[in-house]
Structure formats: C-alpha cells, structure tokens
C-alpha cells in the first residue's frame, strides 16, 4: 500500500510540475529555449522531491547520479546519431543511437552505482 501511495504522490507532483515548467517555457522568447523546460527536468525534480520527502536525501542523490549517467548517455548518443542520420538510413542511425546509450551507460553505471 506505501509503494502505491508514493507512486501516485509521484504522479501528482509529476503532473504539476509539467504544468508549471509548460508556463514558464510558454513565457519564454526565443521559442527555442522552451525545451529547456520540458517535461524531463520537471518530472525529474518533482521525482525528487517525493524521494527526499519519504526516503531522504541519501536515496535521492542516489537516483540523481542515475538521471546524470542516463542525460550523458543521451547526449553522446544523439550526438552521434545525428551525425549518422545525416548520411545513412534512419533505420541505421535508431540502431547507433540505441547501442551508443547503452555503450556509454552500463560502463558509468558500473564505475559510478554499483
């Protein structure tokens, strides 16, 4: 029953910091910034603040080097696969895109979470 309650307090939080970073990307000009304020960061903060609140700040910078490890796995893997996507199929660049994350995260899993 607590985990049940934890993920809908998740839910919750999630849902309303969407909301308040969507204002506050709406009020933004140049346009490009608004992707800044996406959802990720706000679900990811609002994740946050319910594990310090029911779990402490030990589980929460536990789960903060993951988002860190997953958002540097992203990055080199959409960097990379923008780069294929240029010259080769689509098809090809989902796969380099997919196995450049993989690459990149289980080692920094490992050295960093485990």
Do not use: D, Q
């Amino acid at each position: 029953m607590k985990t049940a309650a934890l993920l809908g307090l998740k839910a919750v939080n999630g849902g309303l910091f969407v909301v308040a970073f969507a204002l506050v990307s709406e009020a933004l000009k140049p346009k490009r910034f608004a992707g800044l304020f996406s959802a990720a960061p706000s679900v990811a903060l609002a994740n946050l603040a319910v594990v310090v609140a029911m779990k402490g700040h030990a589980e929460a910078i536990a789960n903060t080097r993951g988002m860190v490890i997953g958002a540097v796995a992203f990055t080199a893997s959409a960097a990379l696969g923008a780069a294929i996507a240029r010259r080769h199929s689509v098809r090809m660049a989902t796969l380099v895109v997919s196995g450049t994350w993989i690459a990149v995260a289980v080692p920094l899993y490992l050295l960093f979470l485990t």
